[in-house]
């Protein structure tokens, strides 16, 4: 009697489990993801893919800049760049970005006093999406993800900008911190809460893509040897 009563609820319950494998994913319950990780160098981009289903406010936030316990429950330290964020639909389209979340959403930074992480809250409509973080001030282009960002190809470009203080930092090449606080110089390190969605990945790390005027000679050079190979065909 119990071996039947066993198999009959097994058999219920894969039936209950195909019954609800058939149900939107639109209606699932939204779940909180953490991300960490680092940068090579100031005009990295991390992008991030996540779905939103119905009735969901999400949050995107980071944790880095002055440190905290993310979604995760894990503690971040503190001392990571200035991060800023920006917001695609499905298909690319820009929606919107962040730079500072500001004091009350985010914490003080204990070295700057800055509320520097970023913050972003809004009602998403039901779909795919992708956010980008980033290093301030490589914001994005817009009106696409394809269009890149202002730094791109500009490698350590807050070293460049003079945002290092060299007397506190003399060794710094990259992650400068714009506040110029002495003693302030930053490190690479990033970590981002993705707050109800229904499903969230990180993507490979991207690398500042070259400039237009980069792109041409790339090209022109790609050209040059495509012609001397169909010279070298000919001849031969």
């Known amino acids: 009697m119990k071996a039947w009563k066993k198999g009959t609820l097994a058999a219920l319950g894969l039936l209950v489990g195909g019954l609800f494998a058939g149900i939107p994913s639109a209606w699932a319950t939204p779940q909180n993801f953490s991300f960490t990780g680092t940068f090579n160098q100031d005009d990295n981009v991390q992008l991030f893919h996540f779905t939103v289903g119905a009735g969901s406010t999400v949050v995107l936030r980071t944790w880095s800049y002055a440190g905290g316990t993310n979604a995760a429950g894990d503690a971040i330290?503190?001392?990571?760049?200035?991060?800023?964020?920006?917001?695609?639909?499905?298909?690319?389209?820009y929606i919107d970005q962040n730079d500072d979340g500001g004091c009350g959403s985010v914490d003080p930074d204990a070295m700057t006093g800055e509320c520097w992480d970023t913050y972003f809250s809004a009602a998403l409509a039901p779909g795919d999406y992708t956010v980008a973080v980033m290093e301030y001030d490589n914001f994005a282009n817009g009106p696409n993800l394809s269009d890149g960002f202002e730094?791109?190809?500009?490698?350590?470009?807050?070293?460049?900008?003079?945002?290092?203080?060299?007397?506190?930092?003399?060794?710094?090449?990259?992650?400068?911190?714009?506040?110029?606080?002495?003693?302030?110089?930053?490190?690479?390190?990033?970590?981002?809460?993705?707050?109800?969605?229904?499903?969230?990945?990180?993507?490979?790390?991207?690398?500042?893509?070259?400039?237009?005027?980069?792109?041409?000679?790339?090209?022109?050079?790609?050209?040059?040897?495509?012609?001397?190979?169909?010279r070298r065909w000919h001849r031969a």
């Open 77 to 93: 330290a503190a001392g990571g760049f200035d991060p800023i964020l920006a917001l695609f639909d499905g298909t690319g389209a």
């Open 151 to 230: 730094r791109d190809g500009e490698g350590n470009f807050t070293k460049a900008a003079g945002w290092c203080d060299d007397d506190s930092a003399p060794n710094a090449v990259g992650f400068c911190d714009v506040s110029g606080t002495p003693g302030g110089a930053r490190d690479n390190h990033w970590a981002f809460d993705l707050l109800g969605v229904e499903s969230a990945t990180q993507q490979p790390p991207q690398v500042g893509v070259p400039e237009p005027s980069e792109l041409g000679l790339m090209g022109g050079g790609l050209l040059l040897l495509f012609w001397l190979s169909r």
